[in-house]
């Protein structure tokens, strides 16, 4: 009969010191401390299969694995094999389920979606969906295994964007990350999209327009920007008032290259991919925008010329200037005028809208063209693109007069329209 192994205790496992040559000491039960002439001290388990072969487990190494997990693992073995399971095979089962679900991270997952949907984005729009995954999501869950994420974590990153109070933000985000959810379920990496079920669990968005200013408050709106122009950048007051003369969308504005630029025959047209239903792949007639500078903004562009006209765009990011500008100094002027919260990039389409329509009288049609909204109409878009080309410029010419007049009524020093 064979000689029962006395228990180890704390003390003989902490005192195990490296010999010459590697020995071990007998717990019982088949489980033993392996102790290497390098120091190493490895907890083993040995036991004998049904055909006779002899099997050995690794529980760990001291002192990470502790005496008592341990003896912990020793017994969950001794269970699987009362039932009839391999603990071997069952250990390497799970290693084999933890390595997928380890290269299956919601990070990999996510990388694996944006390479999938490249060629349905236009650049611009794929980087800025991987720069938000990176910036917000990665460091939170981009290491969990994607099948593990449930309600509970997903609700927890979304609430992490609504604290810096940017719920459009969490909302775009979550619409985000459902995709690459359900990615991952088409692929078989995931089973369950937990996004869905956070419906009413998150702060619900104000809805309305993009804030904007009325024509009244025009006048005061100048007055307040050329109190501050003066500390600004020159390429950042140019875009600030190509913003108002033009109110052309944001991006259309500070993506644009100097190749869209003819200032000899001072003609300025987007190139169709750039406008908004161009990026989202449902312009069929591939149409054109043409943006009727007035001639006080093709005296800006020719001033912008003369410090930016070697860069490919006529808002180069400071810190590349192969990328565009994005639209921070105009956000950043707005806040120090005091109207962050009360004017837009976009406002300034509303702005313009009302001035034209109210003050100058123009037919709703006209604007809406010069606003580069779609018509809804084949027959109709044609129509407009035929007609309302002359009536367009003569209306850019006079909306730049008016806010002239609007900026000598109130007696402020200098025009908008000059450049600074």
Known sequence: MPKLAKPLTDTQVKNAKPKDKTYTLADGGGMYL???????????????QPDGKNTRLTFGAYPEVSLLDARKKRMDAKELKAKGIDPAQTRRVE????????????????????????????????????????????????KYPISDIKAPIMLDVLRQIEKRGALDMA??????????????IASGK?????????????????KGHHAAITPDELPEFICAF??????????????????????????????????????????????????????????????????????????LLRELHSITGNNKYLFPNQRDHEKPATNFGILAALKRMGYSGKMTG?????????????????????????????????????????????????????????????????VIAGKFGRAA
């Not at 995931?190 to 104000?206: E, Q």
């Not at 140019?238 to 200032?263: A, G, Q, Y």
């Not at 001035?355 to 010069?370: F, N, P």
Request: aromatic share 10%.
């Open 34 to 48: 392996e102790v290497a002439p390098t120091g190493s001290r490895i907890w083993r388990m040995s036991y004998r």
């Open 346 to 410: 976009h406002g300034f389409r509303s702005l313009a809208m009302g001035v034209i329509k109210e003050r100058l009288g123009y037919r709703h049609e006209v604007v809406d063209r010069q606003l580069s909204h779609a018509s809804g109409d084949a027959y109709g878009e044609a129509y407009d693109r035929a007609l309302f080309l002359d009536e367009r410029k003569v209306m850019m010419q006079e909306y730049a007069d008016y806010l002239e007049t609007v900026v000598s009524s109130k």
């Open 171 to 184: 909302k775009r985000q979550g619409q985000v990350c459902s995709q690459i959810f359900r990615f991952a």
């Open 95 to 142: 290693k084999a389920v933890k390595a997928i679900a380890a290269a299956n991270t919601f990070q990999a997952v996510a990388y694996e979606w944006h390479a999938n949907r490249l060629e349905t984005w236009q650049p611009r729009t794929a980087s800025n969906v991987l720069h938000r995954l990176e910036k917000d999501v990665f460091p939170l869950i981009g």
């Open 190 to 206: 995931a089973d369950i999209d937990p996004v869905p079920s956070l419906r009413g669990a998150l702060k619900a968005t104000a």
């Open 226 to 299: 050329e109190k501050i122009e003066g500390r600004m950048f020159v390429p950042t007051k140019v875009m600030f008032r190509l913003m108002m003369m033009t109110f052309v969308r944001t991006s259309e504005l500070t993506e644009t290259p100097w190749s869209e630029i003819d200032l000899e025959n001072e003609s300025w047209v987007i190139d169709w991919h750039r406008m908004k239903m161009g990026k989202k792949k449902i312009n069929p007639r591939k149409v054109n925008h043409h943006v009727f500078l007035p001639r006080q903004g093709w005296e």
